[in-house]
């Protein structure tokens, strides 16, 4: 324990350096920073699984620099809160807020197609109940990507180089959502916990513990993530399931008797991250009067719903003032 603390107290220095701006390199990876203060198997587990929590990646895989901006920069959990209704509730709030103001939200309705003339989106091409409608647009806001926006019926207008760094530039970051229930009550806390040594799990709540509605009476409700090996790239859904579970066996003999709901593997078009932290892109693009949201283009160091909201904001910043500069 003496040692392990003192670990702690060299690690705990080196955020305070980092607060104070002083951060390592670039090309460093978490894994890396972390073995120049310790080799502590249990450490350097609690390491990799709070890059799995909450970037979904590994610690050799994640930017140190990325990793101390999130916690001794940005502030981490400082402040922080969740919406009663979800994160869905946050949605119903901002449709009611557009919906207030004489706009329309329209739901099944993707974007198939760009339009541009002179570096600008002049219009977009949307599917909506099986009928493609072209619809006059002075500001875009995309929250699909840059690489999938890039890859729409008209995104050669970005330019060759923009679409080429979509595609070098961004990484995406994959996990596994395990959903299931109990009638034992696994954990006697609310939120989330993180785990140390483990293969793949890297954290769980019980939803019932905050909003027992969820399940029927005498269920318990959970939800638990697990970050594959690697994140970033190609890996059997199969042997990463299992391993995910065999976890969940281990920390909980009552997960035997679980009755699972869904196994979702977060991947491909629909990934757990965009792109993971530290290998982002700009909200601008090539095309003056579109902007990215979302967690490709969050701000350095930035993860979860948070990134994706200030990016939202900012967005919309960007488009009032172009707005406010070019007539109708």
């Not at 894994?31 to 799995?52: D, G, M, S």
Request: proline share 5%; hydrophobic share 40%.
């Amino acid at each position: 324990l003496g040692g392990f603390t003192k670990q702690a107290a060299k690690i705990g220095a080196k955020f305070a350096d980092a607060r104070a701006g002083d951060l390592p390199e670039a090309k460093l990876t978490t894994e890396e920073w972390l073995a120049q203060y310790t080799k502590n198997e249990t450490v350097h587990a609690i390491f990799r699984n709070l890059c799995a929590a909450i970037f979904a990646c590994n610690a050799n895989e994640l930017p140190a620099r990325a990793f101390l901006t999130y916690f001794a920069v940005k502030g981490a959990f400082k402040r922080f809160g969740f919406c009663p209704r979800g994160t869905v509730g946050l949605w119903d709030d901002l449709a009611g807020g557009i919906r207030s103001r004489g706009g329309e939200v329209w739901l099944n309705a993707p974007v198939t197609a760009l339009h541009t003339q002179g570096g600008d989106v002049t219009a977009l091409t949307i599917t909506r109940d099986g009928k493609a409608e072209r619809i006059e647009a002075r500001t875009v806001i995309s929250n699909i990507g840059p690489r999938a926006t890039a890859a729409l019926p008209g995104g050669e207008a970005f330019g060759t180089a923009y679409i080429e760094q979509t595609k070098q530039v961004l990484k995406p970051a994959a996990n596994i959502v395990i959903n299931f229930a109990t009638q034992e009550r696994l954990i006697d806390m609310p939120g989330l916990i993180t785990f140390g040594k483990t293969r793949r799990l890297c954290n769980m709540g019980e939803l019932t513990a905050t909003c027992p509605e969820l399940a029927p009476a005498g269920w318990y409700l959970y939800v638990a993530y697990a970050v594959p090996i690697p994140a970033l790239g190609d890996f059997d859904e199969a042997t990463e399931i299992e391993a995910s579970l065999q976890d969940l066996r281990d920390e909980f003999p009552g997960f035997a008797k679980a009755k699972m709901l869904s196994v979702r593997v977060m991947r491909g078009e629909w990934p757990a991250q965009r792109s993971c932290a530290g290998f982002d892109m700009p909200q601008d693009t090539p095309l003056a009067n579109l902007w990215h949201v979302g967690d490709a283009v969050k701000d350095y160091g930035d993860g979860g719903t948070q990134a994706c909201a200030y990016t939202g904001r900012e967005a919309a910043n960007k488009a009032i003032k172009l707005l406010d500069a070019v007539p109708a």
